[in-house]
DNA sequence: TCTTGACATAAAGTTAGGTTTAGGATTTAT
DNA sequence: ATAAATCCTAAACCTAACTTTATGTCAAGA
């Protein structure tokens, strides 16, 4: 069993954090021993699951509505099941999207390589696809449609 | 040269939003033709751009002074191409986190999938790490640390 | 020419996800 | 037993990134 002040170590969130989470119901049923919360393995969990739905995409409003699914037992299975496949699918999404990104940086990395070797722009702004180094070339490609 | 509709329609942005990046200096010296904006192939990679380093993770402020560094010109392609290679990391260490949100969201699909067939989580809950199949229990280790 | 649709601005409003503040209660170390 | 650290709540506050509103200008087709 964990403090508030534990769990905020542990996790590297504020505690005013852990406190908004719960009020907004993110952790059901949590126990108190008067009037302080103890957190359990199943609140660590917990936490993981909301730091992981979080950054899928979800709202709070959302991982809350997923915490009582949880509180109303095995017939909301499919449900969760669900909402997890779904997550799965955006976070694929969203990673294609971060390669996309990261291309793009990779190209103007080498631009202003480039830029800082010849002291201008002028050459570059000349520079066809073909003429760019082949890594360069497709990083340049999938982040330009 | 595109107005700001078509623009608008072609990066599937609202009008307003890309009226906002006008105001918060995205654009520095856009023409315009009696008050009327033209978007240029130079404001259409500055928009590449914008979308790039906001993914990335930086504000609006940020992208706002790379801006002003390109205006002042090759004295400032370090500080350009530093800015790049911070994101670049930036950006790998994101998609390193987002890898362990999506196993996270497997280990959490099949968690639901075997509780559907059991009908409940009983098996589940005494189940220890080296019982799971190989995947999934790759994919549980990686998203609990 | 007149109407319609797209453009413009300034300023106020919105939203999510917290954070801070004020005022107490409780626990822990000395 | 007392002081310091940690806990509590309710409510006000904050910020970034837009969005909406009110009001007005401009341009192209009938």
Redesign the interface.
Known sequence: MYTIGQVSELFRLPISTLRYYDKEGLFPNIERVSGIRKFGEKEIETL??IE?LK??GLEIKQIKQFMQWCVEG?ST??K??EL??T??KQ??A??E???K??D???F??WY??E??KN???DKLSSLSVSDMPSEIREAYLN??D
Request: glycine fraction near 6%.
């Open positions: 993981r699951v992981c950054k899928s095995s299975y499919p969760r099941k997890f496949e997550q799965k976070v694929e969203e990673i999207r971060m390669n990104v990261l793009m940086l990779k103007k990395c202003y390589g830029a800082m002291g201008n722009e982040s330009h």
